[in-house]
């Protein structure tokens, strides 16, 4: 496994595990359960999660996943805008503690921007690292302009990640978020890296694919991470799935690949609002 530094100076998994829509399905539960613990056989010990998916259930999921494995594991929850009062911030990670069956989180994310000040957030985030029951925290879906107010804020810069919608279909970061964010030596943690989905079955992507004799899966993951500074944190709810993303870590694609990939998906020609699904 290849890592990120935090400005902690730990150590940020450069793949990990997402759980969003875990938890909704209790038909799937063990599945989902069965996966999380394959990927931490794996060695794919970052779990991303947050409080919003399912309403609490995943967390629980993973709770049950990262059971007598705790010290396996680099653990990420959010908290919502609409939690992110100091008091709110302080008991939504105490209810998310509890559903993890955890005293600890590694890195707490504010999920986006609501309409409570920043100063007031970070209070809270600051309190809640210095009391030891999160290790990091950062935020989610933060644009430039949000990290350049973040930044002006005290204690702000102790930001130790942005967790964005970025893969190939949605490069819009790469045009002044990515530069600002290795400038300051803040990782970038991509959800949705596959896109849900949507990319598999492009053209482009699987001739990339079938080049190595390995899955459009795959090679979306493999173009994140090749991009410097990046993580990627696919949902996999199966076994097989698990297996697929963690193999990615060994892809190693040609110049000719990105070129291709370049042509097929083209970088932003400037500025653009943020994405978010």
């Known amino acids: 496994m290849r890592h ?10 450069v793949l990990g595990q997402g759980t969003w829509g875990m938890g909704e399905d209790p038909d799937a539960h063990q599945a989902e359960v069965r996966a999380l613990r394959h990927g931490l056989d794996l060695g794919l010990g970052l779990i991303d999660t ?14 049950e996943a990262i059971h007598g494995r705790r010290d396996e594991v680099f653990l990420v929850s959010k908290v919502l805008p609409s939690h992110s009062d100091r008091r709110g911030v302080i008991e939504a990670c105490e209810r998310s503690l509890r559903r993890l069956g955890t005293d600890r989180i590694d890195l707490y994310l504010l999920h986006w921007r609501g309409g409570v000040p920043l ?3 970070l209070e809270a985030l600051i309190e809640l690292r210095d009391s030891g029951r ?31 919608l970025y893969n190939l279909s949605r490069r819009g970061p790469e045009h ?20 849900q989905g949507r990319l598999l079955g492009d053209p482009v992507l699987e001739r990339v694919a079938q080049g190595h004799g390995v899955s459009a899966a795959q090679v979306a993951i493999a173009w994140v991470l090749a991009g410097g500074g990046l993580c990627a944190i696919p949902k996999a709810g199966t076994v097989g799935h698990v297996e ?9 694609l040609t110049e000719e690949d990105l070129g291709a990939l370049d042509e097929r998906f083209p970088g932003p020609g400037g500025p653009s609002p943020l994405d978010v699904l």
């Not at 990120?4 to 998994?13: F, T």
């Not at 947050?50 to 709770?63: D, F, I, P």
């Open 119 to 121: 100063a007031e957030t």
């Open 50 to 63: 947050a409080e919003m998916y399912g309403s609490g259930e995943a967390e629980k999921v993973v709770g």
């Open 4 to 13: 990120l530094l935090l400005p902690s100076r730990e150590e940020l998994p």
């Open 176 to 195: 002044d978020l990515l530069p600002w964010c290795r400038d300051h030596e803040v990782p970038v943690m991509a959800y949705s890296p596959i896109e």
């Open 244 to 252: 697929e993303n963690h193999a990615a870590l060994d892809l190693r």
């Open 134 to 164: 999160i290790g990091n925290f950062g935020v989610s879906n933060f644009d430039t302009d949000d990290m350049r107010e973040l930044w002006g804020e005290a204690g702000g810069d102790d930001c130790a990640a942005n967790q964005v």
